[in-house]
């Protein structure tokens, strides 16, 4: 079995009587981006901190390739850190920043030059050695904090909302930059983001976590196909989401009717919840719609319109088309069985796992 390069083993983390992480376990392979995902105070920091050793855990074990490292102090980990603001010395120039911790260790001259050099190349910066940091753009600061980091050849690279303080055009370029960088390097990053298109285009696992605990952990498609409640579906792309009965195993009820669907594995007529992503459904005809809405409004998003439309209950749906609607009539909508995605109340994920793998047994 591969070894797991972190492992967080219930894991507990109390700042003044309160709990910010509760109970976390995951592991952590090598080679490959990981991204904690989760709006603001969940605890995303807390978690980089403590792989870090900059904070100590009050419960549980910090396994790094095998080995408890709770006590041991954060120099001495495998691990760096580059965080949001870079942490950058405004009065040293590009080489300077980079060769910080080299000479702290006393690395002879020479090898330190070749180190900064060596670096300095991966992160497509060659010849910029003598610049002072004030006149480097945002991204080159970035890359600048990246390398220095690298210079200390870790085996994780921590990195906390590194791209929060670029501009959208910028921050798209550098995501796909740190991801190229990521596998050609084959380095493990942990990457904190509050983004979900950014944790989604980068990651090959995404950690969601909310109020101190792991929702739910998977690939980007895992996630986003098969959120495991409200709180993910709703964090992770846009979603519509209805109360309904699991009437039996691919029998679903919602508005008042009955619908063809691919789960199962739960209590007959079991409550549960529907969602249903915009872009999987289609406008279509009153007579040829599964489901009839009253247009509501319609917003022309660039690739699709997004009409929003409320049910003879009325809900709200929200639909992704690149056919217009007119306000105020009744349009049908159309979906698969399989775009029909059923959500249990208090699943945790473990439960959500056994459930479909042994539905999926079955049939
Ligand atoms: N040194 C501290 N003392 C007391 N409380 C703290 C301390 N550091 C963090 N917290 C609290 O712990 C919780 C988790 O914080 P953390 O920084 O891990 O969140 P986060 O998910 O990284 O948030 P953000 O996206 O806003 O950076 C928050 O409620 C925060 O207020």
Redesign the pocket.
Known sequence: MAQHIITFDNVQKV??D?V?LKNVSFEIEQGKFYTLL??????????L?LIAGFIEADQGDIRLEGKRVNDIPANKRKVNTVFQDYALFPHLNVFDNVAFGLTIKKMPKMEIEKKVKDVLRMVQLSGFEDREISEMSGGQRQRVAIARALANEPEVLLL??PLSALDLKLRTDMQYELRELQQRLGITFIF?T?DQEEALAMSDEIFV?NK?EIIQSGTPVDIYDEPINRFVADFIGESNIVDGLMVEDNVVQFVGHQFECVDGGMRPNEPIEVMIRPEDMSLTTVEKGKLIIKVDSQLFRGVHYEIVGYDAEGNEWVVHSTRKAIEGTEVGLFFEPEDIHVMRFNESEEDFDARLESYEEEV
């Open positions: 700042y003044d309160t910010v989760g709006p603001s105070g969940c605890g995303k920091t807390t978690i901190r906390d909302e904190v509050h976590l101190g």
